[in-house]
DNA sequence: TTGAAAGCGCTAACAA
DNA sequence: TTGTTAGCGCTTTCAA
C-alpha cells in the first residue's frame, strides 16, 4: 500500500510533492515533460528538485512502465582496440543523449550473448546495441516480437532486414587489392577472418574481385582461413611464406593479423616492405604507431558507433521508423608498408 | 494493488508460483537460496523457472531492496588500451560471480563523476569500482556515509583509507632509472604525468630516488611536466632534445607518451636505441607491438582490476571486511629500446 | 490543469 | 517450512 508519508533515507518524488505544495503526479508530469503542467507549478516544482538535490530512481520509474535511459551494448571482448574505438562511439553519442551505458561482454559465448540479451530486453535497457554478434538468430526473433529496439554493428550476415550500421568491406578489400595490383604485384596473399561473419566474407569477395578485374588469376593456395587474431595471422603467414614460391604481399582480414604478419616476415629474416608488402584493414591505432606504418583500409569505427546510436536514439523516440541499413565508406590509407615487387 | 493474476507478456514470478503450486514468497526463496526451503519443493520451483524459461526482473529486485548485482565501473575514458586492460580483468571476474557491469566514462569531467557516482549508488549498482578518479573527494564522503562499498583502483591519491588497489609505482620507476644508470646513463631525462595523481608523483620519486642511490645529481631541467598523452609526450622530448646538452636516455611515466617521445626522436634524426635510450611504464599491449619495442615498467593492469572486483565482491559479502590496499608489484621490460649512451 | 490511486515485479517481515 | 502482505518509487490512467 502506497504510504506517501513514510520514505527511505532518499528524496523521493513525495518530499518534492509536499515542498511544492502539489500532488506527486503533477511533479512525475514535470519530470516527464508533460505538456499538461502550468508553468508556474512547473518551475515552482523544478526550484524545489534543484533544492533537495531530487534524482529519480531509475528502478522505480522502469518498474512502473517508463524508460529507463539505459541502452545495452552487447561486445565480443575488449582485447583489441577495435571494439574500444566502436564503443567510444557510442558512449559519447550516448552523453549528448542523457543514456547510461550497460556494457556486456560475451567473450563470444553464444549463450552468454542470448542470456543477456534476454535480460536486457526485459526492462534493464531501453533498447540494444549489438556490436559484431555472432549468433544474432538466437534472439533477433525475440526481439522483434518483443518490439525490442536495436541496432546491429557491424553484422552483414543474416537478417538482412535488421537495422545495422556496417563498412563497406567488400569495396575496402577491392581498393587495397587493387593499390597492391597497381604497384605491379600479381602473387598476394590473403589471410581471411572468421568466415562465418558477413565482414570477412565481403573483404575476401573484394579482394577476389579486384584480381578479376585485372585478369590475375585467383590461386587457392595463396589464401589462409584464418581467425583475426594476431597469433593466427603470424601463423598463416608463415604458411604462406613456406610456400615454394611465396607472395610478394600480403593483405591481412585486419590489422591485428597484419602485425601477425608483420612478426613472421621479420621472423623470416625479410624486410618490410622491401621483400614483402603487407596491407591491412580497420586502421586501429596502433597502425601507425608501428614501423614501418601500416597500409591498410581504414573503417570508420567511432562513426560507426556513434551512426548506430543515433539510429538506435531515433528508434527509441518513434519505434516505427523505418529499417535503415547503413553502410560508411571505407579508405585506403596508404602509409609504408607496401612497395613495388623486387623484380 | 498487487494483482497475482493479472501479468504481462513476460513471464514473473506469479506464473512460476502458479505453475508448482506454491506461493510467490516461496519462488522468492528459491530465488534468493533462502535456506528456508524444501528440498522437494526447490527442485519444483527450479524445474518451472526452467520451463517457463522466468528471467528475475531486476528493477522490481533492487526496488524492493534486494541487491541489483550491477556493479558500476566509473572510468576515464576508453582511448588508450590502458582501461581497456583493467575493465577486461574486472569484466572476467565480475563474470565469473554473475554481476553485470554498467561503465561509465567521465570524460574526466569532475561534474560527471560526481553525478555519476550519485546515481549509482542509489541503487543502479549494488558496488563501485572507480578507476582512476581524479576527484574522489567530491563523494567518497557521500559513499562513505551511505556505507556504500566501493573499490578505488590506481588512485592513491587522498582518502588513503578507502579500498584501494595500485601498483608499485615508485619501485617500478626506481628500477627503471636503475637499469639506464646500470647502462652508463647520466643524463635521464623525465617527462611526468598528470601531477595530480598519486601514481605519477609516486614514479617521479621513485626516478629522484634512484638518481640519489647512485650519486648523480637531480636536475630540473631535465624533468617535464606533462599529462600522460601522446602529444604531450612529444612535445615534452622535443624541448628535452632541443636543450644544449640534451639527455642521453628519456624515461615517460607512461607508454603512451614514450611512443610520443619516439616520434619526436625520429623527427630529430636521431635512432633508437643507438642516440637515445627510451622506458616506458605499463606495458601496454602497443610496446611489445611497435619497433623497436618498447623497455617499459610493467603494470599487472589485468591482475589490477581482478583484485579489484574480488576486494568489492568481498566488500558486498561482507560490509565489515576491513578496508586492504593492495599494492601490486610492477616489473621492468626489458626490449630494444635502450642501450649505453654513445661515448 | 491537477489530484487520486492502481499497479509494475519483487523482497522481507510477519503469521501460520 | 510455507503463505500473506506491506511496501520499494514511479508512471499512468481516470476523475475532478
Same mark, same amino acid.
Given at each position: 500500500?502506497?504510504?506517501?508519508?513514510?520514505?527511505?533515507?532518499?528524496?523521493?518524488?513525495?518530499?518534492?510533492?509536499?515542498?511544492?505544495?502539489?500532488?506527486?503526479?503533477?511533479?512525475?508530469?514535470?519530470?516527464?515533460?508533460?505538456?499538461?503542467?502550468?508553468?508556474?507549478?512547473?518551475?515552482?516544482?523544478?526550484?524545489?528538485?534543484?533544492?533537495?538535490?531530487?534524482?529519480?530512481?531509475?528502478?522505480?520509474?522502469?518498474?512502473?512502465?517508463?524508460?529507463?535511459?539505459?541502452?545495452?551494448?552487447?561486445?565480443?571482448?575488449?582485447?583489441?582496440?577495435?571494439?574500444?574505438?566502436?564503443?567510444?562511439?557510442?558512449?559519447?553519442?550516448?552523453?549528448?543523449?542523457?543514456?547510461?551505458?550497460?556494457?556486456?561482454?560475451?567473450?563470444?559465448?553464444?549463450?552468454?550473448?542470448?542470456?543477456?540479451?534476454?535480460?536486457?530486453?526485459?526492462?534493464?535497457?531501453?533498447?540494444?546495441?549489438?556490436?559484431?554478434?555472432?549468433?544474432? +538468430?538466437? /534472439?533477433?526473433?525475440? #526481439?522483434? =516480437?518483443? &518490439?525490442? %529496439? $536495436?541496432?546491429?554493428?557491424?553484422?552483414?550476415? *543474416?537478417?538482412?532486414?535488421?537495422?545495422?550500421?556496417?563498412?563497406?568491406?567488400?569495396?575496402?578489400?577491392?581498393?587495397?587489392?587493387?593499390?597492391?595490383?597497381?604497384?605491379?604485384?600479381?602473387?598476394?596473399?590473403?589471410?581471411?577472418?572468421?568466415?562465418?561473419?558477413?565482414?570477412?566474407?565481403?573483404?575476401? +569477395?573484394? /579482394?577476389?574481385?579486384? #584480381?578479376? =578485374?585485372? &585478369?590475375? %588469376? $585467383?590461386?587457392?593456395?595463396?589464401?589462409?582461413? *584464418?581467425?583475426?587474431?594476431?597469433?593466427?595471422?603470424?601463423?598463416?603467414?608463415?604458411?604462406?611464406?613456406?610456400?615454394?614460391?611465396?607472395?610478394?604481399?600480403?593483405?591481412?582480414?585486419?590489422?591485428?593479423?597484419?602485425?601477425?604478419?608483420?612478426?613472421?616476415?621479420?621472423?623470416?629474416?625479410?624486410?618490410?616492405?622491401?621483400?614483402?608488402?603487407?596491407?591491412?584493414?580497420?586502421?586501429? %591505432?596502433?597502425?601507425?604507431?608501428?614501423?614501418?606504418?601500416?597500409?591498410?583500409?581504414?573503417?570508420?569505427?567511432?562513426?560507426?558507433?556513434?551512426?548506430?546510436?543515433?539510429?538506435?536514439?531515433?528508434?527509441?523516440?518513434?519505434?516505427?521508423?523505418?529499417?535503415?541499413?547503413?553502410?560508411?565508406?571505407?579508405?585506403?590509407?596508404?602509409?609504408?608498408?607496401?612497395?613495388?615487387?623486387?623484380?
Amino acid at each position: 500500500m502506497r504510504t506517501p508519508g513514510q520514505v527511505s533515507n532518499n528524496i523521493t518524488i513525495f518530499e518534492v510533492a509536499s515542498q511544492a505544495g502539489v500532488s506527486y503526479g503533477t511533479v512525475s508530469r514535470v519530470l516527464n515533460n508533460d505538456p499538461h503542467v502550468r508553468v508556474e507549478t512547473r518551475e515552482k516544482v523544478n526550484r524545489v528538485i534543484q533544492d533537495l538535490g531530487y534524482v529519480v530512481n531509475r528502478q522505480a520509474r522502469s518498474l512502473a512502465g517508463g524508460k529507463t535511459h539505459v541502452v545495452g551494448i552487447l561486445v565480443p571482448d575488449l582485447g583489441t582496440g577495435y571494439i574500444g574505438e566502436i564503443i567510444q562511439g557510442i558512449d559519447t553519442e550516448l552523453q549528448l543523449a542523457g543514456y547510461d551505458l550497460m556494457l556486456y561482454t560475451t567473450h563470444r559465448t553464444p549463450v552468454l550473448e542470448a542470456d543477456y540479451v534476454g535480460s536486457l530486453a526485459q526492462g534493464v535497457a531501453d533498447g540494444l546495441i549489438l556490436v559484431l554478434p555472432r549468433h544474432p +538468430e538466437d /534472439y533477433i526473433g525475440t #526481439l522483434r =516480437a518483443r &518490439h525490442f %529496439p $536495436f541496432v546491429l554493428v557491424d553484422h552483414q550476415g *543474416s537478417g538482412r532486414d535488421c537495422p545495422a550500421v556496417g563498412a563497406a568491406n567488400w569495396q575496402g578489400a577491392y581498393n587495397a587489392t587493387e593499390y597492391l595490383v597497381n604497384l605491379g604485384h600479381t602473387r598476394i596473399g590473403f589471410i581471411t577472418g572468421w568466415m562465418d561473419l558477413g565482414a570477412a566474407v565481403d573483404r575476401l +569477395e573484394g /579482394y577476389k574481385a579486384a #584480381l578479376w =578485374a585485372y &585478369h590475375i %588469376p $585467383f590461386l587457392e593456395e595463396l589464401v589462409r582461413e *584464418s581467425t583475426f587474431h594476431q597469433l593466427d595471422g603470424y601463423n598463416s603467414a608463415m604458411d604462406l611464406l613456406n610456400l615454394p614460391n611465396p607472395p610478394t604481399a600480403i593483405f591481412a582480414s585486419n590489422d591485428v593479423m597484419a602485425l601477425g604478419v608483420m612478426d613472421a616476415v621479420r621472423e623470416k629474416g625479410l624486410k618490410i616492405p622491401e621483400d614483402i608488402s603487407i596491407v591491412g584493414f580497420d586502421d586501429i %591505432p596502433q597502425a601507425s604507431i608501428i614501423h614501418p606504418a601500416l597500409t591498410t583500409v581504414r573503417q570508420p569505427l567511432r562513426n560507426m558507433g556513434s551512426v548506430a546510436t543515433q539510429m538506435l536514439l531515433e528508434l527509441l523516440g518513434n519505434p516505427a521508423t523505418p529499417t535503415k541499413r547503413i553502410e560508411l565508406p571505407t579508405g585506403l590509407v596508404v602509409r609504408d608498408s607496401c612497395r613495388p615487387p623486387r623484380s
